[in-house]
């Protein structure tokens, strides 16, 4: 086990020609010889795969400079050179990194892959994002064009006409008390159609059993169709059913007890 004792007494750097190339990526210690990757900070040690051992050896021997991925493939394996085998070479040893020291392989867009020295300013780099790595600038551009798309969106498909929000009325049946709501686009159209909602609600005080706990009530002028839904929670479960009648006459005449027990509202 590699001790954070030996990478402070100077062997944390390896020789390459005249070039030196420091083995430290984080809280990890890189050993060459033996392809391991040692965490000092937790005492785990990882034994490297071939393609992820390839990936991290030409890193760190270019640290600080942005490798393609047709560099990368060339280290790999010849029979591991798939360009899906590479991204998840990458992945594996960014988890291994940590969250802290994950940033410290950065994907630059459209070119390739860099090794830092260090991790970089979370205001330069936002990683955290479902897009991968991308630019501040670049992220709060999109930000900003889609804040624009859904103003535009509501411009477009802002309803017409404003819905007034349901007002619950409770109709006592011979057994059972209904919520009923009665829902209209204007209080023009519900002032209009109050004496047929009274009419409605004495018909459904007639019936001897409701089998439904909610009723709601909508009409349409521009369809002449009136909407009923009806709902209730039956063993744990809700159930739903949707009515909906054109009206036989203006004063809804036709809705009476045996209108109500034929549709089902009335049990």
């Known amino acids: ?152 969106i509501n411009l477009v498909f802002v309803p017409a006409m404003e819905i007034n929000p349901m007002k619950k009325q409770v109709i006592t049946s011979q057994s059972s008390n209904i919520s009923f709501y009665p829902i209209f686009t204007s209080m023009k159209l519900k002032e209009k159609y109050q004496p047929q909602i009274q009419s409605f609600i004495k018909s459904i005080e007639t019936c001897s059993k409701v089998p439904w706990q909610n009723i709601y009530l909508s009409f349409s002028t521009e369809d002449d169709l009136i909407s009923f839904v009806l709902k209730r929670e039956r063993l744990g479960r809700i159930e739903i059913r949707n009515l909906k009648q054109v009206p036989l006459d203006d004063d809804w005449h036709f809705i009476d007890k045996s209108w109500l027990t034929k549709v089902g509202i009335c049990g």
């Open 1 to 152: 086990m590699i001790t954070e004792q030996h990478a402070r007494s100077g062997y944390n750097r390896l020789p390459l020609g005249r070039v030196e190339i420091d083995m430290q990526i984080g809280s990890c210690w890189f050993d060459i010889e033996n392809k391991t990757l040692s965490n000092l900070a937790n005492e785990t040690s990882w034994k490297m795969p071939a393609a992820e051992f390839s990936v991290i050896e030409i890193l760190v021997q270019h640290r600080g400079q942005v490798l393609s991925r047709e560099e990368l493939l060339v280290a790999i394996p010849a029979e591991l050179r798939a360009l899906s085998l590479l991204t998840e070479a990458i992945e594996r040893i960014r988890f291994y990194l940590g969250l802290d020291y994950a940033g410290l392989i950065e994907t630059v867009d459209n070119q390739g892959y860099v090794l830092h020295s260090a991790p970089k300013s979370k205001t330069n780099n936002i990683s955290s994002i479902p897009f991968g790595s991308i630019s501040a600038k670049h992220y709060f551009i999109l930000i900003g064009l889609l804040l624009g798309l859904l103003w535009m």
